[in-house]
């Protein structure tokens, strides 16, 4: 590691025992709320336990993944050396392409991240528009046992790995799996013209869509479950319609959730990896799968660097407009 790495680094674990610190009442400040609800030795514990997830797991991971996009792609003996410098040719390469290439732009990786960021959002709505009724229906409609045994249904499905899941969809949507074939024995589509729903990316999005509805489904209920039933009662007998109902009572309360929600479906689609490569069709390259080519296909490390912090950047960017949209912060999100 260079020097640049370590220095931030350093910063970032300082900053993080400065908050301790001072959560502990160290700085004269008196102790914090956390340590005066749970003691000082739990409360010493969780920080720990808090401070090495975010920095062992996420902070210090992505620090180093940005300083390795700014280098140069050199052998194990050559880095550190002096040709070991900051640049941005890893940046250039997916704006521009390779030196001395005809075109003006690197239309191939550059239209791969665009429909991969389109994808997301279109899942993400998607997502939002099966999930509505199905968290409204449990949180204000289902009572005791039946509401349990929607979430149990819910639940059930995804104890089965994502990956076998996916193939599942694989057997149900390819040109003989058990869509065709219904189609096909119900007299829709004639034996010889089965419907290609891998190449028209039919799978793909539904697979998805299935994959992260809990990440939809529970955020709305959460939100939409703390609504006093007696607000949409009082629309109800002011004359107002159902789709005003929801449009002017329900979803201005559940802003929270939704934008949780929202946040959570689309992260989640646009870095997918596993469904993408078992359900898209040849035409559908996902930038996760360039990334994962150019670290273990490549093997340029640099560039998958960069081509990482570049979809880093677009997912943070839709969270932050995501919440301005909505009109929330992230402490809203949080509760």
């Not at 050559?78 to 690197?106: C, H, M, W």
């Not at 960021?117 to 949180?139: E, G, N, Q, R």
């Not at 046992?145 to 996916?166: Q, Y």
């Not at 469904?275 to 273990?296: E, K």
Request: with cysteine; net charge positive.
């Amino acid at each position: 590691m260079n020097d640049p790495f370590l220095i931030v680094s350093a910063v970032a674990v300082l900053a993080t025992v400065a908050m301790a610190m001072r959560a502990l009442g160290v700085f004269g400040g008196g102790r914090s709320a956390l340590v005066m609800r749970n003691g000082s030795v739990v409360s010493i514990y969780i920080i720990i336990a808090v401070a090495f997830w975010v920095l062992a797991m996420i902070v210090l991971p992505q620090l180093y993944m940005v300083d390795f996009s700014f280098r140069n792609n050199l052998p194990p003996p050559q880095q550190g050396g002096p040709d070991d410098v900051y640049t941005l040719k890893n940046y250039r390469y997916l704006i521009f392409g390779a030196e001395g290439s005809t075109d003006s732009f690197n239309r191939l990786h550059l239209m791969v991240f665009l429909k991969t960021i389109a994808s997301a959002m279109f899942v993400t709505f998607l997502d939002f528009c099966l999930c509505y009724p199905i968290a409204y229906y449990i949180a204000q409609s289902a009572k005791g046992g039946h509401a349990r045994m929607l979430f149990i249904c819910l639940l059930v499905p995804f104890w089965v790995n994502e990956i076998l899941r996916a193939f599942a969809f694989r057997i149900i949507f390819g040109t003989s799996g058990l869509l065709n074939a219904v189609l096909i024995g119900i007299g829709i589509l004639p034996p010889d013209a089965p419907i290609d729903f891998l190449r028209a990316d039919v799978a793909l999005y539904t697979g998805l869509s299935y994959a992260y509805i809990l990440m939809m489904v529970f955020p709305l209920y959460n939100a939409i479950e703390s609504l006093d039933h007696n607000q949409i009662e009082a629309a109800r007998d002011l004359g107002a319609p159902w789709w005003r109902i929801h449009w002017r009572v329900v979803m201005p309360h559940a802003k929270p959730g939704i934008a949780s929600g929202c946040v959570m479906v689309f992260m989640l689609a646009a870095g997918a990896l596993a469904t993408p490569q078992i359900l898209g069709g040849p035409s559908s390259l996902w930038f996760t799968q360039v990334i994962y080519d150019q670290f273990f296909q490549g093997f340029n490390w640099p560039r998958g660097s960069a081509y990482a912090f570049v979809l880093l950047l677009s997912c943070v960017v839709f969270v932050m407009s995501a919440l301005k949209v909505f009109r929330v912060n992230l402490g809203d999100i949080a509760r």
